[in-house]
T-cell receptor, first 112, second 114 residues
Framework: DAKTTQPPSMDCAEGRAANLPCNHS???????VYWYRQIHSQGPQYIIH???NNETNEMASLIITEDRKSSTLILPHATLRDTAVYYC?????????????FGAGTTVTVRA | GAGVSQSPSNKVTEKGKDVELRCDPI?????LYWYRQRLGQGLEFLIY????????KSGLPSDRFSAERTGESVSTLTIQRTQQEDSAVYLC????????????FGDGTRLSIL
């Protein structure tokens, strides 16, 4: 019962922007879009989250469409260290929704 | 600042032995979570602590698994009489509180049962 759909893999060139798409067509009004990534042999790393406005932090930007049915994570200048599996999830902003669950994610390979 | 710290990073033990895994959350984070991740698999929720509230133990797979947390600091996950199917990476995460607060993870303890 996946709430998000992501491409299984993508390559990008070092130094270029990486644009990672995510579809969440059944998202509810009170659900946030979260992005995490997991580099090999490390724990998951929180990247960014948003409700409906675009968000930017030191790691990435999150662009959410006006209808909220899809979003794009942008890594502005990909480096080799950004090679990881990227997970897009939706979460209700409530105290009882704390059990994280990731789908298959997108395996991103940054090439020199 | 310091992130979530877990120890040991790797643990190899014989079947039937007890193991204790430790998690130091980010200072000030009231919520703490334990997950398990088998090789090539997703996250499996184990247990959640929030302040002084009763923990949510609904994800613990058997009564061989238990966890404690001292106040809003260190937590330990104990597995008694380990079995080979317990082999996995055990991940700890913490957040400011539950709800719309991102969980920040440690790098886990890789547990191998021989």
């Amino acid at each position: 019962d996946a709430k998000t759909t992501q491409p299984p893999s993508m390559d990008c060139a070092e130094g270029r922007a990486a644009n990672l798409p995510c579809n969440h067509s059944t998202i509810s009004g009170n659900e946030y879009v979260y992005w995490y990534r997991q580099i090999h042999s490390q724990g998951p790393q929180y990247i960014i989250h948003g409700l409906k406005n675009n968000e930017t932090n030191e790691m990435a930007s999150l662009i959410i469409t006006e209808d909220r049915k899809s979003s794009t994570l942008i890594l502005p200048h990909a480096t080799l260290r950004d090679t990881a599996v990227y997970y897009c999830i939706v979460r209700v902003a409530g105290l009882n929704d704390y059990k994280l669950s990731f789908g298959a994610g997108t395996t991103v390979t940054v090439r020199a | 600042g310091a992130g979530v710290s877990q120890s040991p990073s790797n643990k190899v033990t014989e079947k039937g032995k007890d193991v204790e895994l430790r998690c130091d959350p980010i200072s000030g984070h009231t919520a703490l979570y334990w997950y398990r991740q088998r090789l090539g698999q997703g996250l499996e929720f184990l247990i959640y602590f929030q302040g002084n509230s009763a923990p949510d133990k609904s994800g613990l797979p058997s009564d061989r698994f238990s966890a404690e947390r001292t106040g809003e600091s260190v937590s330990t996950l104990t597995i008694q009489r380990t079995q080979q199917e317990d082999s996995a990476v055990y991940l700890c995460a913490s957040s400011l509180e539950a709800g719309n607060q991102p969980q920040h993870f440690g790098d886990g303890t890789r547990l191998s049962i021989l």
